[in-house]
């Protein structure tokens, strides 16, 4: 009976949400076709999904994709090995993380958004500056997760294992590693999410490539409707990656 | 009792957490000797804080005694001792992303039972427990009594001389304790293994134990050994004889004494 109620609630729930979206995009249609909202501002969904066939047929996304994908490749990398490498020595003793934990948090804390005109002065306007300001934003959920993983394993566990006569390679691989895993899989989803972020708008802000920098040279050069296409090219993109994320650590959870 | 016969030797062993003078300062059991014969199951029983854990620790090489020495099976204990000696921690001491037969023979790996031996013998063990149609599960799918019979068999598959148990059934309900115990005592009088047992429940300590270790409030020295005197395995009718009540009374005795100081020992220190 529960089962059924509760999937008769989820379909509910999920027409609203549908509708809701589908009512969003008919006043937007409603807005631009009869009540003269201005085209430049805002352009009609038609001439917007258009745009976006036209993109997808034409592969001219395809560069700007790369770049981007590179981008983030490369800056979720870095701050994967760095910061579970790092959070893992600091978990080794209880002082490193008293001195380091509240120090990392406080840092995770800081619009880290801000050093990207320092990071072009360092390292460019290319992707260079991308990927520095996406390791630094996804470092500290990454690094801070893998203390907490490896840092809080239950006592009982090491010293049952301690008494049964564990290695300390046995340690880590039986004990450790099991109990820090689901943790740190968490902190690699939100240092994805974030390093994600990250890269888009630094693109939009000051770089030569990248589906970022294509939307804001579409605004500029009032191509609104091409805008829009891009917009919900990324969206979608970025939807799927954080899905395909999110899917991944619920798989290795489960167990 | 001759030499031979002694598989744990304890000679003077005293600990102490932190230095005199620290305000973390615990003088948790002091100078304490103590000789437990091949096979014979004891019990430390005693207020709470009184060491009995910190006793077993000490004999199990997870404890570095202060002052003293200890010996298992003629050997000095100065860290663990897989091959002699398995523990039977509180109810949480499985690993809760493995299942029950993994667990179980995670801990022959870790002891270094060659790999085409540690499956009969983990099913061997699961089977002496009752739990052949859980070895799939997970701990946290099982209940507290029964994840205890999973670690009682971890700590059976490793085939060592002693056991050490540090209140096993603490955690869990009377009459599941009751059923346990009586199940233990079964299991354990055909191994033939040396035991020690901690617990709280007085009726636990005389159905279980060949002698029952009393401690005094901290800091915690042994105040008194009652032999039970009652051949293994004890039929679940022992609890009601005469003599049971007398064991129990006499234990009840020695102990009301020391916990009533226990625990104005710790309302001094909340003070």
């Known amino acids: ?255 | 009792m001759t030499t031979g016969d002694v598989a744990i030797h304890v000679r003077d062993v005293s600990h102490q957490f932190g230095e005199p003078g620290d305000a973390q300062f615990v003088q948790a059991l002091q100078h304490t000797s103590l000789d437990i014969a091949r096979g014979e199951l004891l019990c430390l029983i005693g207020p709470s804080g009184c060491g009995k854990s910190t006793l077993l620790n000490m004999i199990g090489g997870l404890l570095t005694p202060t002052t003293g020495t200890v010996e298992v099976s003629g050997k000095p204990v100065r860290g663990p001792l897989p091959h002699d000696i398995a523990f039977v921690f509180q109810e949480n001491a499985l690993f809760p992303w493995c299942t029950i037969i993994e667990n179980v023979k995670l801990g022959m790996v870790f002891q270094g039972v060659p790999k085409a031996e540690q499956e009969p013998r983990a099913r061997k063990a699961l089977d002496a427990v009752g739990l052949k149609d859980f070895m799939g599960h997970y701990p946290a799918q099982l209940s507290g009594g029964m994840r205890q019979r999973a670690a009682l068999a971890r700590a059976l598959s490793l085939e060592t001389g002693t056991l050490l148990m540090d209140e096993p059934f603490g955690a869990l309900d009377e009459q599941t304790r009751m059923i346990l115990g009586e199940d233990l005592s079964v299991l354990l009088s055909t191994t033939g293994k040396t035991i020690v047992f901690v617990t709280h429940s007085l009726g636990e300590a005389v159905f279980l134990a060949d002698r029952v270790a009393v401690f005094s409030a901290r800091p915690g020295r042994i105040k008194e050994i009652i032999a039970v005197d009652e051949p293994h395995p004890r039929k679940p009718s022992f609890v009601t004889t005469e003599k049971f009540s007398r064991l129990r009374n006499t234990l009840y005795e020695l102990l009301h004494e020391e916990i009533r100081k226990a625990v104005e020992q710790s309302a001094t220190v909340v003070a």
Request: a positive charge; aromatic letters at 12%; hydrophobic letters at 55%.
């Open chain 1, 1 to 255: 009976m529960s089962v059924r109620r509760d999937r008769r609630d989820k379909i509910a729930s999920l027409s609203v949400q549908v509708g809701f979206l589908v009512a969003l995009v008919a006043l937007w249609y409603l807005g631009t076709a009869y009540w003269g909202i201005s085209r430049i501002l805002l352009p009609n969904p038609v001439n917007v999904w258009a745009e976006l066939k036209d993109i997808l047929a034409s592969g001219e996304y395809l560069p700007d994709l790369r770049v981007t994908l590179t981008e983030l490749a490369a800056a979720f990398a870095i701050s994967c090995t760095a910061g579970i490498t790092l959070g893992f020595f600091i978990s080794r003793s209880p002082y490193l993380i008293k001195v380091f934990e509240p120090l990392l948090a406080g840092f995770y804390s800081v619009p880290v958004i801000l050093f990207l005109p320092l990071y072009v002065l360092f390292f460019g306007l290319g992707p260079g500056s991308k990927i520095a300001l996406g390791t630094t934003i996804s470092f500290f959920p990454i690094v801070l997760n893998t203390i907490a993983g490896f840092g809080y394993v239950d006592k009982i566990f090491i010293t049952a294992a301690r008494s049964m006569g564990a290695s300390d390679f046995q340690m880590f691989r039986y004990v450790l590693l099991p109990a820090a895993f689901p943790v740190i899989l968490t902190g690699l989803r939100m240092g994805f999410t974030v390093a994600l972020l990250a890269i888009l708008g630094s693109e939009t802000i000051a770089s030569l490539a990248g589906l970022g920098h294509r939307i804001v040279h579409l605004a500029e050069a009032m191509e609104t409707a091409r805008m829009f296409a891009y917009i919900a090219f990324v969206v979608v993109i970025a939807a799927l990656l954080n899905t395909a994320m999110s899917t991944l650590e619920r798989r290795a959870k489960r167990r």
